[in-house]
C-alpha cells in the first residue's frame, strides 16, 4: 500500500475508483488502469488459510483419515503459502474463514479481519478480498442453523418458503463479514444413485428452476452473491459415480440441465456462477467456451463471475489430461470463461503474467475477468472510501446464528417436506382412525437414523462436514432426535429405544433386542436411511454413490424381521436420495419419507406420526419399486416407459413424482381451457378446481403437465409445467388457474434451436406425474417459431378467492412463477 493509500479519508481526495458518486463501470476502469499485470492476475486467485480438511486432527480409533474434496493431497503445496506472500499483489477470495474449523461468530469475524487486514496492507492498493462460504442447507458454520437439505427444500414445492429460508442465511452470513455463498445446486437428478442427490431440488427441471430462483432472491436481496452450481451436466455422470464422464448430447443438456440455471439468473438475479468437474461428451466444463461464454454470457447476457469449483482449473491437468501442466489449465480456463480460481491459486498464478509477456495469452482475457470481479467489488462497497474490515463484521457480536427465529423457519421447512408416502393402517398415532383404534401405550423405537440426528442433516452441514475431525465437540446446536421428539409428542406412551443396527455395515448383533421391544409393543416406528459424509464416510454425499437402490447396510433385514413379529411397524425413511422400498411396503403399516430434515427435524416426523402436523411433502424425486434397473426419473420419451412392453423390466415407480399422502382427501376436477387454438406466440389459461373432500383441513399441491403428442425429435410423455398449492378448510374448493404461454411448450430441435411448434398438446392436471384425472388437447397454429433467452421462462398460477384464508401461503408461491 503506498502512503497514499494509508492516508486517512478525510485527509486526502479520492481516488476515481474510490468514489461513489462514479458509476460502478466508470470506478472499475478507473482501477483497471491503475493495476499492473501482476496485480491484475492477483485478483484472480483465492487464499484457504487454515484449511484442516485433507485429515482428521484426533481420528476417532479406527476412523478413516476425511478429505474434503478428491485428490487434495496433490495440491497440498498451496497450503504452504503464507497468506502474505499470496497477497502480495492483491487477491480476489478469501476462502471459508468461518466454516474451515470451529470457530464462534466473534472468533470467525476476528480472522476475517485478520485475513482482510493482510490482504489489505501487504498490497499495493490495498484492495480488500471477497470473503465465500459454503450454504447448502444455511451458513456452513459452528453453530449455524442446519436447514433442511435441498431435496427437501423441493418437496416442500413452496418458493415463498425457501425464499425466506435463503435470506435468513444471507442475513446471518453478511453480519460476520461475508459477501458471497456457494449455493445453490441447480443440478438436476439423472439418477438416484449418485451421492449428491441430496444437495439437489430434484428430478425435474422446472421445480429445481422455480425453487432455486427463489433461493438466489433471498440470498442476493440479503446482500450476498449467489452461486449457481455446478454448470453443468454433473448430475448426469455415467452410472451415478461423482465426477465420472457425462455421456449426454446438446441436445438434452439444452432441455433438461441448463433451463434451471437460465431462469436462476433471469429471475433471481444470480451473480455468480461456478463451473461443474465433469466432461460433457469429452469437454471439461472448466475449458468449455461454448458453455462459459456463448451460453451462458452471449446468449444469456449474464454479467457476473464465473468461479471454478474447488481444484477444477489444476483437475484439467491431473484428471482430465486436457492440459499439461497448471499453467496451461490457466490458460483454458481463463480463456473459456473461468475468472476466479478457487479456493487456492494454482492456474491462474503469476505464470499467467510471463505467457502475455510471451504473447501467448491475451492480456485482454485477464481485463476481462477482472473487470468482473472488480465489478462485483464495487458493488458490494469494498471499495468505497468508508469501508474498513471491522465495520464489514459490525454485526458479529450480536448473531445468534442459531436464533429463535431460525429455528422456527427450519421446523416449518422440516414439517412441509415430510412426505405421508401411505398412512396405511397405523397413522395417524394420535386420536382414532376409521377402524376404532386408539394411540398406542407402548412403542417401541428402532433404527440406526432413530436416535442419531445427524441423519437429519447432510454431507455439507458442518456436524457432517466439519466437526468429524473434532472429536469432543457434538454437533454444536441442539438437534431433537425422534426419539427426543416422540417421547414428548407421546407423553401418555411408554417408549422403548433400541437401535438395531448402523446405518452401514453387516451387524446384526441388534437385531434380537429390536425384534423383541417390536413384538412387545402395539406399534413400532423404525426410522431408517443415510448418514452423510464425504467421499465413502458416509452412505449419501458428496462421494458416497451408490451401487444399488437397497437401503444402506442391513437395515432391510431388519425391517423385514420387525415385520415378521406381527406388530404394525411404521417405516420412516430419512435419506438423501430415493430408495426402493418395494419389497418394504408389504410389511410396513405405513411409509413416511423425510429428505434429511434438518435440526428440527425430529419434531417435524414426530408431529408427522401423531397427526398433530398435517403432511403437505411431495415427492421431488420417485420412489423405485425394485432397487436394480436404474436410473429412471419421469421425464422418459415413449420408449422409457413401459407402456411397449418391449423389456421385462418394468420402469414403474412405486410413488411417482409429485406424490404426497395427507390425513385428508382431495380431489381435483373440472379442467377448463380459455382456448383449444393458440398461435405459436399466444397463450391460453387452464383451470381446475381443487376440494377438500375429507374431513380435515390441509394443503394440496395442484399439478400441471404438458405433452407434446407430435414432435420432431422425441419428448417426456409428461413434463411438470405449473403448480400451486393450495390451503382448504374441510368441504372448501377452489379454483386453480395456470397462464400457458406457447413458449412454456419450446423445446430444443434437430437444429439444436430451441423452437415452438404449431401441432396438439396435452394438458394434464392432478396431484402426482401418475394422478393427473383432468385432461384437454389445445392446438398450437401457425408457423413454428424460435425462441431465446427472452421466453416464457414459467407458468404463472393464481388460486380463486375461495381459498382466501390460505392465500397469503400461496402468495409466494405465485409471486416466484410470475
Known amino acids: 500500500m503506498t502512503a497514499l493509500d494509508r492516508t486517512p479519508t478525510a485527509n486526502r481526495a479520492l481516488r476515481p475508483w474510490q468514489d461513489p458518486a462514479l458509476a460502478v463501470a466508470d470506478r472499475v476502469e478507473a482501477l483497471l488502469a491503475e493495476l499492473t499485470l501482476e496485480e491484475k492476475i492477483g485478483q484472480l486467485g483465492s487464499r484457504w488459510v487454515g484449511n484442516d480438511m485433507s485429515q482428521a486432527e484426533e481420528p476417532e480409533p479406527g476412523a478413516e483419515p476425511l478429505n474434503v474434496a478428491p485428490m487434495q493431497d496433490v495440491f497440498a503445496a498451496s497450503g504452504t503459502i503464507p497468506l502474505e506472500e499470496a497477497a502480495r499483489h492483491g487477491l480476489g477470495h478469501l476462502t471459508r474463514v468461518h466454516g474451515s474449523v470451529p470457530v464462534t461468530p466473534e472468533e470467525g469475524a476476528a480472522e476475517v479481519v485478520r485475513q482482510q487486514r493482510i490482504v489489505i496492507e501487504r498490497s499495493r492498493l490495498g484492495i480488500p478480498a471477497i470473503v465465500h462460504e459454503e450454504c447448502l442447507t444455511g451458513f456452513t458454520a459452528y453453530g449455524a442453523t442446519v436447514y433442511p437439505a435441498a431435496i427437501a427444500w423441493a418437496a416442500t414445492f413452496d418458493p415463498g418458503l425457501v425464499e425466506r429460508m435463503a435470506a435468513a442465511i444471507g442475513r446471518d452470513m453478511r453480519a460476520v463479514g461475508v459477501h458471497q455463498g456457494l449455493s445453490p445446486v441447480l443440478d438436476v437428478v439423472r439418477d438416484y444413485r449418485w451421492g449428491r442427490v441430496e444437495e439437489t431440488m430434484g428430478e425435474d427441471p422446472y421445480l429445481v428452476a422455480t425453487l432455486g430462483a427463489a433461493y438466489v432472491r433471498g440470498l442476493e436481496n440479503a446482500g450476498i452473491i ?374 428440527e427435524g425430529g419434531a417435524a416426523i414426530a408431529g408427522v406420526l401423531s397427526g398433530r402436523v398435517q403432511p403437505t411433502g411431495r415427492l421431488p424425486v420417485q420412489i423405485p419399486r425394485a432397487p436394480g434397473g436404474q436410473p429412471g426419473t419421469y421425464l422418459q420419451p415413449p420408449l422409457g416407459t413401459d407402456s411397449h412392453g418391449i423389456s421385462n423390466l418394468d420402469p414403474t415407480p412405486l410413488f411417482p413424482f409429485g406424490h404426497g399422502a395427507s390425513y385428508t382427501t382431495f380431489e381435483v376436477s373440472g379442467l377448463r381451457l380459455s382456448a383449444t387454438e393458440v398461435p405459436t406466440d399466444g397463450e391460453f389459461t387452464a383451470t381446475v378446481t381443487v376440494r377438500n373432500t375429507g374431513g380435515r383441513a390441509g394443503e394440496e399441491v395442484v399439478q400441471l403437465y404438458l405433452n407434446d403428442l407430435v414432435a420432431q425429435v422425441t419428448r417426456p410423455v409428461l413434463q411438470l409445467t405449473g403448480y400451486a398449492r393450495v390451503p382448504l378448510e374441510p368441504g372448501e374448493s377452489a379454483d386453480v388457474t395456470f397462464r400457458i404461454h406457447a413458449d412454456r411448450t419450446a423445446f430444443t430441435g434437430r437444429d439444436l434451436r430451441r423452437v415452438v411448434e404449431p401441432g396438439d398438446i396435452e394438458v394434464l392436471a392432478g396431484t402426482s406425474a401418475a394422478d393427473l384425472p383432468c385432461r384437454a388437447v389445445v392446438r398450437l397454429t401457425g408457423r413454428a417459431r424460435h425462441v431465446g433467452h427472452d421466453r416464457r421462462l414459467v407458468t404463472p398460477a393464481e388460486v380463486s378467492a375461495g381459498a382466501a384464508a390460505g392465500q397469503s401461503r400461496q402468495g409466494g408461491a405465485d409471486a416466484a412463477q410470475s
Open 226 to 599: 449467489a452461486t449457481l452450481k455446478h454448470f453443468a451436466g454433473y448430475s448426469a455422470s455415467r452410472a451415478a459415480r461423482n465426477h465420472g464422464p457425462v455421456p449426454m448430447g446438446r441436445r438434452e443438456l439444452l432441455d433438461m440441465i441448463l433451463p434451471t440455471f437460465e431462469t436462476a439468473i433471469a429471475l433471481g438475479g444470480a451473480r455468480s456462477v461456478m463451473n461443474s468437474y465433469s466432461d460433457v461428451d469429452g469437454v471439461p466444463a472448466g475449458a468449455d467456451p461454448w458453455l462459459l461464454t456463448e451460453v451462458l454470457r452471449d446468449d444469456w447476457g449474464f454479467t457476473g463471475t464465473v468461479v471454478s469449483d474447488y481444484w477444477a482449473v489444476p483437475f484439467l491437468t491431473t484428471m482430465h489430461r486436457v492440459a499439461a501442466d497448471t499453467g496451461e489449465a490457466g490458460v483454458q480456463a481463463l480463456t473459456a470463461g473461468i475468472d476466479v480460481e478457487l479456493p487456492d491459486t494454482l492456474g491462474f498464478g503469476q505464470d499467467l503474467a510471463d505467457r502475455v509477456r510471451r504473447g501467448e495469452l491475451d492480456e485482454e482475457l485477464i481485463d476481462r475477468a477482472v473487470r468482473r470481479l472488480l465489478t462485483q467489488k464495487v458493488e458490494l462497497g469494498l471499495l468505497d472510501p468508508g469501508w474498513t474490515p471491522e465495520q464489514s463484521v459490525a454485526g458479529a457480536a450480536d448473531v445468534d446464528l442459531d436464533s429463535p427465529a431460525n429455528r422456527a423457519l427450519a421446523r416449518e421447512l422440516a414439517e412441509r417436506s415430510i412426505i405421508l408416502l401411505d398412512a396405511g393402517t397405523a397413522l395417524p398415532l394420535l386420536g382414532s382412525g376409521p377402524d376404532g383404534r386408539t394411540a398406542p401405550r407402548r412403542v417401541a423405537v428402532v433404527g440406526p437414523a432413530a436416535h442419531d440426528p445427524r441423519t437429519f442433516m447432510g454431507c455439507y452441514a458442518f456436524p457432517n462436514h466439519v466437526l468429524p475431525r473434532h472429536p469432543g465437540l457434538g454437533l454444536g446446536i441442539e438437534a431433537p432426535s425422534v426419539l427426543d421428539a416422540l417421547t414428548a409428542e407421546l407423553p401418555g406412551a411408554e417408549l422403548r429405544y433400541e437401535k438395531g443396527c448402523e446405518v452401514r455395515g453387516d451387524d446384526r448383533s441388534g437385531f434380537a433386542a429390536a425384534v423383541e421391544a417390536a413384538r412387545d409393543a402395539d406399534v413400532c416406528v423404525a426410522v431408517v436411511g443415510d448418514l452423510a459424509g464425504l467421499f465413502g464416510q458416509g452412505t449419501s454425499g458428496e462421494g458416497c454413490d451408490a451401487e444399488d437402490l437397497r437401503l444402506p447396510g442391513v437395515q432391510a433385514d431388519l425391517l423385514a424381521e420387525l415385520a415378521a413379529t406381527g406388530t404394525p411397524v411404521v417405516v420412516v425413511v430419512v435419506s438423501g436420495r430415493p430408495y426402493a422400498l418395494g419389497e418394504i411396503r408389504d410389511g410396513a403399516a405405513a411409509l413416511v419419507q423425510a429428505f434429511m430434515p434438518g435440526e
